[in-house]
């Protein structure tokens, strides 16, 4: 018997774990975009993303930014359109946000009262990390109400013993942190792995770390720099930090705890200390040094505006650098994101030998957050800056950053509560850990509601319940 030809096939009746296969296949635009097929498509389209740890795709970067209207959206390079994210929770609003970095799909915000998170805008997770007061230089100061009233920042550089360098200085609670951070940097995926966040912080751009999630109560400070240190951007490479000065000098931290050791493993390039040096990774590897140039163009109006990167390899034997003319498949994101290079074999929407940028000058910013900012990409065969979008669709402030959109969530644990005859015990276990003491333990009426959620009774003495967070 003859078949039917296939334009006469009712796609809209593909079983939904059929369609669900080949649409993980597909980046976030296409997903979207086969929702305007059928109601059946639709409803899998707007299920898929939800599903993380199934939609696992990689993404395209996006440039992610507040609109006139409010919404926060991400301009997709792929198909040069933005698309508005779902509603978020009232406490991640990026719009009221301070914007630091972005790594592995998750940007690092500040909120009001200055503390950081992490949020993913693409599955609406937030996730705090360490309280900003166990930073090494910040002393919260309380009203007579016992109350935090402001903070106060030292001067004083990565040397031990401290040497201050000049008075402490009052910054009002949610002014700190534009005088205090410069970038974070994420060792990994928080949803997929443990995960250590570097910050990159006044005075003297110097480098604190904290752990993610468990384990991550406290910044701790990083005392084992060789000089006075003036870092200007870091990247995780193979299982250690790798941090540049603004001097060229690459410096290797490798963390065990609460301490980090460092190695110096390419010594500074310049004399003079300069402004926005980049490191990163090659996609063969290889790790390059960058230099950004910019200019204030514009006579009645001023604004800071690319002119050019110089992009160099390094010889790590010699200690030498080797002018690098292009990036022959690689595309390169350079701004407050993760500095990263992306073979467009891969990624075959971005273009070869470019340069993707947003300013990220940290005083010109902060001091003018009402000017034109500075987004685009650079050829580096011809040296020539372009436009990235005829017309601009994003507000000036919050700063426009790069990001590459991950629907991984992270992964829920469960707290296992052991009652004793006087006493109850609390321990938060994560898929693949043995389980963790909860210091300090909750109240007696949180252990109360805990014990009327907890949905399982384990042992003989039915004396440990589950309770699924």
């Known amino acids: 018997m003859e078949q039917p030809p296939a334009s006469n096939a009712d796609w809209s009746c593909l079983p939904g774990c059929i369609l669900a296969s080949i649409l993980c296949l597909l980046e976030f635009p296409d997903v979207f975009s086969t929702a305007a097929v059928c109601t059946s498509w639709r409803a899998t389209a707007r299920m898929l993303p939800r599903l993380g740890n199934i939609y696992s795709r990689p993404q395209t970067p996006c440039l992610l930014y507040t609109s006139v209207a409010g919404a926060t959206e991400m301009f997709s390079l792929t198909t040069s359109r ?3 994210l779902p509603k978020l929770p009232a406490d991640t609003h990026v719009a009221d946000r301070y914007i630091f970095g972005s790594s592995h799909g998750w940007l690092v915000t500040a909120d009001g009262r200055s503390e950081l998170h992490l949020f993913n805008p693409a599955t609406g997770e937030q996730l705090g990390l360490a309280p900003i007061a166990t930073i090494e230089h910040v002393t919260p100061v309380l009203d007579d109400n016992g109350r935090l009233s402001r903070y106060n920042l030292s001067f004083y550089d990565a040397r031990v013993p401290r040497l201050e360098l000049q008075p402490p200085q009052a910054f009002q609670v949610g002014e700190l942190r534009e005088a205090l951070f410069v970038k974070v940097v994420l060792s990994c995926d928080p949803s997929r792995a443990d995960c250590t966040a570097m910050l990159i912080h006044n005075p003297n751009r110097q480098l604190s770390f904290a752990r993610v999630g468990l384990g991550g109560e406290q910044w701790h ?4 720099s060789p ?8 990247i995780y490479h193979a299982g250690a930090f790798y941090a540049i000065d603004l001097q060229g000098g690459i410096h290797r931290y490798t963390i065990a705890g609460s301490y980090a050791s460092c ?3 390419f010594n500074d390039t310049v004399a003079y200390i300069a402004h926005n040096v980049y490191i990163a990774e090659a996609s063969s590897g290889g790790l390059l040094q960058i230099w950004r140039f910019t200019d204030m163009q514009g ?3 001023r604004e800071l505006r690319t002119n050019g990167f110089d992009i160099y390899d390094l010889d790590f034997e010699n200690q030498s650098i080797m002018p690098k003319n292009n ?3 690689d595309a390169l994101f350079i701004g407050h994101n993760y500095t990263c290079c992306l073979p467009t074999k891969d990624y075959p929407k971005l273009l070869p030998g470019h340069v993707y940028f947003t300013d990220d000058c940290d005083y010109w910013v902060m001091d003018n957050k009402n000017s034109r900012r500075d987004v685009g990409f650079y050829n580096l065969e ?3 800056c372009h436009e990235l979008a005829s017309t601009v669709p994003w507000v000036n402030w919050p700063n426009p950053i790069w990001i590459t959109p991950s629907f991984t969530k992270t992964k829920k644990g469960v707290i296992l509560i052991r009652k004793h005859s006087t006493s109850l015990e609390f321990y938060k276990k994560h898929p693949g850990t043995a389980g963790n003491y ?7 009426r949180q252990a109360s509601k805990l014990l009327t959620a907890g949905d399982e009774h384990h042992g003989q003495d039915r004396s440990t319940f589950l309770l699924h967070e």
Do not use: A, F
């Open 263 to 265: 190695e110096v493993i």
């Open 382 to 384: 011809n040296r020539s």
């Open 438 to 444: 909860i210091t300090p333990p909750p109240s007696m």
């Open 299 to 301: 006579d009645e109006t």
């Open 221 to 224: 400070w990083v005392t084992t």
């Open 327 to 329: 990036l022959g498949d």
């Open 82 to 84: 933005s698309y508005t």
């Open 227 to 234: 000089r006075y240190v003036d870092y200007s951007d870091c």
